[in-house]
């Protein structure tokens, strides 16, 4: 170590009480303006643990990472201690079914993700001219806190491709999973973007506009002020529904909701149905510097192609309207295809304590890993483009 080698320390916090919001967005958010993506923000997680959606019963406890370098923040991690692997979308459940018939615990292990969010952002956060260092910390204080207290694992998922080659650079073992996002092509507007697409796929999706604009009622996009109180009373409704039915207990608290409008609304875009002033379906998205990342939708009653117009074509309206280059629309569905969004890679890292267990996943994910690009590869094959658009675009 040189004399110009900086002295980093790495600590562990339970909550964001003990971590300045300045400190934490120069590492997360840096520079003036939109973040790429709002879940690691400070406003976002803290919305999170202020409205006890983590920490207390949920299976989320915080354990944010922190690393300084001369008693200055240089890199931080949104770190939990997991009791079970729900709210992730990359799944675990097979490997802790394993480990757990082999005798051992499982859980509790170490996730460093944003909660219930499938979505692709950094999750090694450094201050610019830190980045190496920085993640390096991050890694290294994780590991170490793992497999000091005898945790079974340490995961990082929905993590960017640098950092996923970075982290195998460091040891971790990288996983590679399938989303669907829509890609703009500098679309001047949503007719350009059908023009091209195959002519069955073309009328589709015009179909499908139609039968959900004609539902009888109107669609409105809402976005910072325009987003009232009163909104989120609607859909709470629907987020408890689709909660209720896809995991059996909704993860997001009602109090979210309300800190949301507080903290976040300038980070949101809320699409609503509305029958005369009644909601009656809605979808929320964040917005990011160049991405539109679509989080939830609800309703309380059932329209032809409704949940079509409201969680993709309206995304795809208003990313060509403000020149966003891309909709992430969430974890799986391959009914999107249909609609323009084509398989992308996501990644994820990986560490286990165990050395026989770590050598059979090791294993796994190279069997994995190709299965997941040949999937990708058909999929792709089979999408609603004009052969002459896909030839353009590889």
């Not at 406003?43 to 001369?70: H, I, M, N, T």
């Not at 994910?365 to 353009?392: H, K, N, Q, W």
């Amino acid at each position: 170590m040189t004399s110009d080698t900086p002295t980093v320390t790495v600590t562990t916090h339970g909550s964001l009480d003990q971590i300045a919001a300045a400190d934490w967005d120069a590492c997360a958010a840096p520079g003036d303006g939109r973040p790429n993506d709002p879940f690691t923000t400070y406003r976002f997680l803290r919305a999170l643990e202020d409205s006890r959606s983590v920490g207390g019963r949920s299976g989320w406890q915080p354990q944010y990472l922190v690393a300084r370098a001369d008693d200055r923040v240089i890199a931080v991690a949104p770190m939990y201690a997991k009791g079970h692997s729900q709210g992730e979308y990359i799944f675990d459940f097979n490997w802790a079914q394993a480990y757990e018939n082999a005798g051992g615990d499982y859980y509790p292990k170490l996730q460093i993700a944003v909660p219930f969010t499938p979505a692709t952002g950094r999750r090694f956060l450094t201050r610019p001219g830190f980045d190496d260092i920085g993640m390096a910390a991050l890694v290294q204080g994780a590991v170490q806190i793992a497999s000091d207290n005898g945790l079974s694992s340490l995961h990082a998922t929905f993590c960017t491709a640098e950092e996923a080659e970075k982290g195998r650079e460091m040891g971790l073992m990288a996983r590679v999973g399938q989303q669907f996002h829509w890609e703009n092509r500098g679309y001047a507007d949503f007719d350009g973007f059908l023009g091209h697409l195959s002519s069955r796929k073309r009328k589709n999706i015009r179909r499908e506009r139609a039968e959900a604009q004609g539902f009888g009622g109107r669609i409105v996009a809402l976005t910072g002020d325009q987003i009232q109180p009163a909104h989120w009373d609607a859909f709470w409704r629907f987020y408890q529904d689709t909660g209720n039915r896809k995991w059996g207990t909704p993860y997001l608290t009602r109090a979210f909701f309300d800190r949301a409008q507080d903290t976040l609304r300038n980070d949101m875009l809320l699409v609503l149905a509305l029958d005369g002033d009644r909601p009656v379906a809605g979808a929320l998205n964040f917005i990011g510097r160049d991405t539109l990342f679509g989080r939830y939708w609800g309703s309380t009653e059932y329209h032809p192609s409704l949940h079509f117009e409201l969680c993709y074509y309206q995304a795809i309206d208003f990313a060509i309207a403000q020149g966003l280059s891309r909709v992430e629309a969430g974890a799986q569905g391959e009914h999107k295809l249909a609609r323009g969004y084509l398989p992308v890679a996501t990644h994820s890292l990986h560490w286990i304590g165990d050395a026989g267990f770590r050598d059979a996943i090791a294993r796994y994910l190279v069997a994995e890993t190709r299965a997941v690009d040949e999937e990708i590869e058909v999929l792709t094959a089979y999408g609603p483009f004009r052969r002459d658009t896909r030839e353009e675009q590889q």
